[in-house]
Nanobody, 117 residues
Framework: QVQLVESGGGLVQAGGSLRLSCAASERTFSTYAMGWFRQAPGKEREFVAAISGRRTYYADSVKGRFTISRDNAKNTVYLQMNTLKPEDTAVYYC????????????WGQGTQVTVSS
């Protein structure tokens, strides 16, 4: 069982930046693909970014603004979010997958990101 704990959310003005962190409990963290998702009020949860090995993947809506990275020594994955927009407002979740194509197996509790205009 992998436990994931997100942090770093908050309130920021449009154009600002935030860095989200997700700490994992699992010693074999480096073997998992990691992803970030978000869910805005009244909307479906959507994919934001993922990292698997050295490959990274991004939703079109965040390409060029968000960067996913990981520090396996710290069992942590990050989401650097720059040039934030009000439409980025959502609860952000991190997730772990043995293989992305089989879906994500573990989820964090989420962290709120609010971008004011």
């Amino acid at each position: 069982q992998v436990q994931l704990v997100e942090s770093g959310g908050g309130l920021v003005q449009a154009g600002g930046s935030l860095r989200l962190s997700c700490a994992a409990s699992e010693r074999t963290f480096s073997t998992y693909a990691m992803g970030w998702f978000r869910q805005a009020p009244g909307k479906e949860r959507e994919f934001v970014a993922a990292i698997s090995g050295r490959r990274t993947y991004y939703a079109d809506s965040v390409k060029g603004r968000f960067t996913i990275s990981r520090d396996n020594a710290k069992n942590t994955v990050y989401l650097q979010m720059n040039t934030l927009k009000p439409e980025d407002t959502a609860v952000y979740y991190c997730a772990a997958a043995v293989t992305i194509r089989d879906g994500y197996d573990y989820w964090g509790q989420g962290t709120q990101v609010t971008v004011s205009s």
